[in-house]
């Protein structure tokens, strides 16, 4: 067995999105090849609904498959297709938006205006890039939840884990989606395919990610005795943790605890041509996916 050193880690920056929603991106639109087969991971948890009632209206996606995970509010959501539905707290939604749709992703806040949720996006391999379009709405009753003696729970939504299989199934990365929560002072390890990558996204409490036989936490800058030094702190609410090769991870959960996805898949390793939210291999792929955009060719029909 070995431990995943730590090989890269940041906070989420802000960001606008949609027609204005404001939201915190761990990571996009950068380098690719850190976290393939992942492409993008968006939260957009907010608690003030003027900055996300807008939502996200119509706008294509083709050549990847987006995971959206709420855990408070709703999102009302449609397509060129005629879906329609809702995700509430605890839902996921598993879309391959494959050749081409065009999609609506409406949120709205709970009781008390707070809307929290996260997108993942994850690139289909040329050879699936334009196949059809097809969506996997779960229900939070139907994700098996598994705890440990020690306290330590887990959410598997895809993969899996702890020999349970999560209900998100046919996936070309073959991922592993878990949302993990680990009690204070306690020091856990899991076991990720030495194959995969994989990175944790911690969203709730603080704790350091072992690398080797040292905790590895946060770089952060803090006065002492007048002074501004740099020294490793806990991560916290926000961060990213990307893994290098080895087959287990281990964290150190803080005093109120840790919460955090843990997410691995297949890297694709294939060229990646980039245009908001068309992903294709090649710059021609992405002028003619533009073309048939505007001269309404982009839906394809369905067999």
């Not at 890269?8 to 960001?15: C, G, N, R, Y």
């Not at 898949?265 to 992903?279: C, L, S, T």
Request: glycine share 12%.
């Amino acid at each position: 067995m070995s431990i995943r050193p730590v090989r890269h880690l940041s906070t989420a920056v802000p960001h606008l999105e949609g027609a204005g929603v404001q939201l915190q991106r761990a990571f996009g639109f950068d380098d690719p090849s850190l976290t393939d087969p992942f492409l993008l991971f968006d939260d957009f948890r907010n608690e003030q609904p003027e900055n996300y009632i807008k939502g996200f209206p119509w706008h294509p996606h083709r050549g990847i498959e987006t995971i959206t995970y709420v855990l408070a509010g709703t999102v009302d959501h449609g397509d060129s297709l005629g879906n329609t539905g809702s995700l509430g707290a605890g839902d996921v939604q598993w879309m391959t938006a494959g050749s081409g749709i065009m999609h609506q992703e409406m949120p709205k806040g709970d009781a008390g205006g707070r809307m929290h949720g996260f997108q993942l996006w994850a690139n289909l391999p040329a050879a699936m890039k334009m196949t059809a379009p097809r969506y996997q709405d779960v229900t939070s009753a139907d994700i098996p939840v598994e705890i440990d003696d020690d306290g330590t729970a887990a959410r598997i939504i895809c993969g899996e884990f702890w020999g349970k299989r999560g209900p998100v199934d046919g996936i070309a990365a073959e991922p592993s989606y878990v949302d993990i929560s680990v009690p204070p002072g306690k020091r856990k390890t899991f076991k990720v395919d030495a194959y995969r990558s994989a990175f944790a996204y911690i969203f709730a409490g603080s704790g350091s990610f072992r690398d080797a036989s040292k905790p590895f936490g946060v770089l952060v800058e803090k006065e002492v005795e007048g002074e501004e030094i740099q020294i490793r702190d806990m991560s916290g609410d926000r961060t990213l943790v990307v893994f290098d090769t080895g087959d287990e991870i281990t964290v150190q959960a803080g005093d109120e605890g840790i919460r955090f996805l843990l997410v691995s898949g297949k890297p694709i390793q294939e060229p990646v041509a980039w245009h908001g939210p068309i992903v294709m291999n090649t710059r021609s792929e992405l002028i003619q996916a533009v073309t048939e955009l505007q001269n309404g060719t982009f839906i394809k029909p369905s067999h």
